[in-house]
Nanobody
């Protein structure tokens, strides 16, 4: 599966953005999907993930209550709705897909999008 992320940009603190990640291929529903981010001089970190069925979601504590992950199997797309953005949310955001595994570690994910930059100004 190939992933193409979009939707990043510059937003003021307190604002919102919605990231999208379009996936190619006909086996979209068999992948667990996740969002990760990497800020300058920091390691890539888990943000959110959604199970293959779409019924269960998990979030990093830092974004819980502000971000929402969802998937649209009809359109092979996963979304990350980000509300109440903070300057510390500034990072390159990556979508990822796991064919077999499950979890919040980057090593679980086999396929990665190219990243989209989110900048939150104070």
């Amino acid at each position: 599966v190939q992933l193409q992320a979009s939707g990043g940009g510059l937003v003021q603190a307190g604002g919102s953005l919605r990231l999208s990640c379009a996936a190619s291929g006909r086996t979209f529903s068999t992948y667990e999907l996740g969002w990760f981010r990497q800020a300058p001089r920091k390691e890539r970190e888990f943000v959110a993930r959604i199970t293959r069925s779409g019924t269960t979601t998990y979030y990093a504590n830092s974004v819980k209550g502000r971000f929402t992950i969802s998937r649209d199997s009809a359109n092979n797309t996963v979304y990350l709705q980000m509300n109440s953005l903070k300057p510390e949310d500034t990072a390159v955001y990556y979508c990822a897909a796991a064919r077999l595994g499950s979890g919040s570690l980057p090593s679980v994910y086999d396929h990665w999008g190219q990243g989209t930059l989110v900048t939150v100004s104070s």
